[in-house]
């Protein structure tokens, strides 16, 4: 053991753990309250044990794992769209659908990935539970409006999933969240694929399905409330889901992200969630799942 280590600390502070990951002591409070982070209370008060801290940054077995690169994969949605653009934090986007970001994440090619994958009992954490990926958290991002898109030609002979019978649909990519579910939401109407004259082109954004039917090259489309909005389409709600972005752990405490998430927090950033309507914001950032 060489002097150096020999003075290192064995505990630090609340502050010198704040300083390490780049974050306010208030963030650090917060994720010792959640049990998200190695932490003792010795004599009453908050001390971190170093070795361990350092593990949990790096990973469970305290072996360096490479740099994920600042992308973030999944699905598509317009406010962190402009979020990400706005705050200047300099993460990419590749949005080719909740599966295909699940795929990018655990390759490591990612190092968040927006999703809202339904499953038996709400969204999104059946899906990232099963994918086997470690030193990750999921944190909510917003619960979104979902329903059909309908061209205002129509919207008064459309008033179920099951009056699409027949009419002209703009269909998701395979795999993403809104494919899957509108597959449940056919299945529970009666209907399948075959019911349905669909479009040749499939939709890889929420901007590309309400264009679809805005240009009058589908009848309707699955989508957001907000895309409704932008596109003056009309809207018939069917879903609340979650939208929400499964994390690298080491990456979380990088500069882009917490960019991001400061940004979140701005009254620029809450005006225009409420502009673009269909938004509900009160679980942004909690943790909804975390990996073993």
Partial sequence: MSDAEKNDPLFLTT??????????????????????IPHRRITGKLLFPAQALR????????TDAPDRPNVLAGSHDPLLDWAIRA?????????????????????GSALAAGLHLPDNN???VSAVSACGSRNCVLIGWAVR???????????????TVSDL????????????????LFENLLRDAGLSESDLVLCKDRAHTESDAAAAVATGEADAALGIEAM??????????????????LIDRRSYFTEPVQMLIAFARTPEFLDKAE??????LTDLGTVRWLSD
């Fill in 15 to 36: 502050k010198e753990v704040a300083d390490l990951l780049r974050v306010k002591e208030r963030k650090v409070y917060d994720l010792a309250a959640a049990n998200e």
């Fill in 55 to 62: 593990s949990w940054i790096d990973g469970e077995d305290g």
């Fill in 87 to 107: 705050s200047g934090c300099g993460l990419a986007t590749l949005c080719n659908g909740s599966r295909d970001g699940l795929e990018q994440f655990a390759s």
């Fill in 122 to 124: 709400g969204w999104n």
């Fill in 145 to 159: 409006k979902r329903g059909l898109l309908v061209s205002n030609d129509v919207a008064s002979r459309i008033e």
């Fill in 165 to 180: 019978k027949g009419r002209r649909v703009a269909q998701r990519q395979a795999g993403s969240g809104a494919a899957l």
């Fill in 228 to 245: 409704a909005r932008r596109f003056k389409l009309s809207f018939l709600p069917l879903a609340d889901e979650n939208y929400d972005l």
């Fill in 275 to 280: 502009a673009l309507g269909g938004y509900d």
